[in-house]
């Protein structure tokens, strides 16, 4: 090895040093923090509220215990339903997002026009509330699962649609332009240049989305669109505290198996 190797220190850039160290970039963080205490004190942060009331919250937690399982085979539908609407309401936004992705990212849009109408579809999916799109869902097809479905769809297709239109902004150029010099059509592109480069992330983003789906499906039943949540919430409203407590570790469970088959996924494909 050479001597020059064995002396390597790191390079020391001062000028930053000095930059990250002057009166105007302390005041940025001077103002953040009075910005964050400011935000914790309009919302009645208070730990001492906290721990007064801890004693009330044990006795809630001792009023559940132990868990009522009796209605079990009823309790496990509404989980397999609200499986069935994350999966349908997941599949339909890929569908959904696709398109509008292609269309919002940079260098496959067609025209400026398409490209920020586009955008802006995603920012308004994404800025609504499922729970505001199920209710909405709700007074046009009534309640159940199908109100969930939609709901799901509308605002999972603005993640998701925001996601691909970044990945295929990122994709490598070289690549994109050796398929064009071929002769490839946009739909070809697209195929052979682009899916490649991005399938892992758009598989890994696509699993999470529906974990958070699954998650998601059980508040919207809450609201007349079907599934565990319409359960936990009855019985809530009747104290069956148990049976409510039943319900959420039944929904953990889920939750946590479907974690494990993704992460099985993830790996087969990536």
């Known amino acids: 090895m050479k001597k020059d190797e064995l002396s390597f220190q790191p390079k020391i850039d001062i000028e930053t040093i000095k930059n990250e160290m002057s009166p105007s970039f302390r005041w940025y963080y001077i103002i953040l923090l009075i910005m964050v205490l400011i935000c914790f004190q309009q919302t009645g942060f208070s730990f001492a509220k906290l721990i007064k009331g801890l004693p009330e919250m044990a006795k809630f937690v001792a009023h559940a215990f132990p868990p009522d399982f009796t209605r079990f085979n009823e309790l496990a539908l509404s989980i ?3 499986i069935e609407i994350s999966v349908a309401g997941t599949i339909l936004a890929i569908i959904i997002a696709l398109p509008i992705g292609i269309g919002a990212s940079v260098n496959f849009s067609p025209n400026p026009i398409v490209y920020k109408s586009c955008r802006t579809l995603l920012n308004f999916t994404r800025s ?7 209710l909405v869902f709700v007074t046009a097809v009534g309640l159940g699962p199908f109100s969930g479905v939609m709901a799901l769809a509308v605002h999972s297709a603005g ?12 994709v490598g150029k070289g690549e994109i332009e ?3 010099s071929t002769g490839a059509n946009t739909f070809q592109v697209l195929k052979f240049a682009v899916l490649p480069q991005v399938l892992p992330e758009l598989v890994t ?11 998601s ?7 007349g669109a079907g599934g565990i949540g319409f359960d936990l919430i009855t019985a809530i409203r009747l104290f069956q505290y148990q ?11 889920t939750v946590a198996v479907i974690d494990q088959v993704n992460n099985r996924i ?4 990536i």
């Open 80 to 82: 397999l339903q609200t």
């Open 128 to 134: 609504v509330s499922e729970m505001i799109v199920a």
């Open 159 to 170: 993640m998701l649609g925001k996601f691909y239109a970044e990945a295929i902004e990122n």
């Open 178 to 180: 050796a398929i064009k």
């Open 205 to 215: 983003v696509i699993l999470y989305r529906w974990e958070v789906n699954i998650r």
């Open 217 to 223: 499906a059980t508040v919207l039943g809450m609201v």
């Open 243 to 253: 049976e409510a407590l039943a319900i959420v570790l039944l929904t953990l469970i």
């Open 266 to 269: 993830r790996a087969k494909i």
